[in-house]
């Protein structure tokens, strides 16, 4: 995949949801360790990321009264982290994503899932 367009759609869904970017990080890692385009990655980091970031928070601002900055990442931090407002949500234990949620998620590819992100990965 272009550089350039993963840029662009990790910028785009970074300001659509925060916690998206976890999501990319192992295609980032083997783009950059495998095919060797950290410096393009950087690259379009600068020239594409951050005015598709300017341009969102300049949205959101505009969308919120316009009066002072809105930085919707950090306001997400400050609520769910700081205040922990998040536990309203409920909590759960680290297994139970791979427990409950995902074979509801995967129904039955579910064992291939599991496969191919533990025994598949380790032949890349």
Not at 16 to 23: A, D, V
Not at 33 to 42: D, R, T, Y
Not at 46 to 74: H, M, Q, R, S
């Amino acid at each position: 995949m272009n550089t350039v367009i993963l840029t662009a759609l990790i910028s785009m869904a970074f300001m659509m949801r925060n916690t998206s970017p976890i999501g990319w990080i192992p295609l980032l890692a083997h783009k950059v360790m495998f095919k060797g385009s950290l410096v393009p990655f950087i690259l379009s980091g600068i020239f594409v990321a951050l005015p598709i970031l300017f341009f969102c928070t300049y949205v959101d601002t505009l969308y919120y009264g316009g009066n002072e900055w809105v930085f919707t990442g950090i306001n997400f931090l400050k609520v769910n982290v700081v205040h922990g407002l998040s536990k309203y949500f409920g909590e759960d234990p680290w297994y139970w994503y791979l427990v409950a949620f995902a074979p509801l998620i995967y129904t039955v590819i579910y064992p291939v899932v599991l496969y191919a992100n533990t025994i598949g990965h380790a032949r890349i």
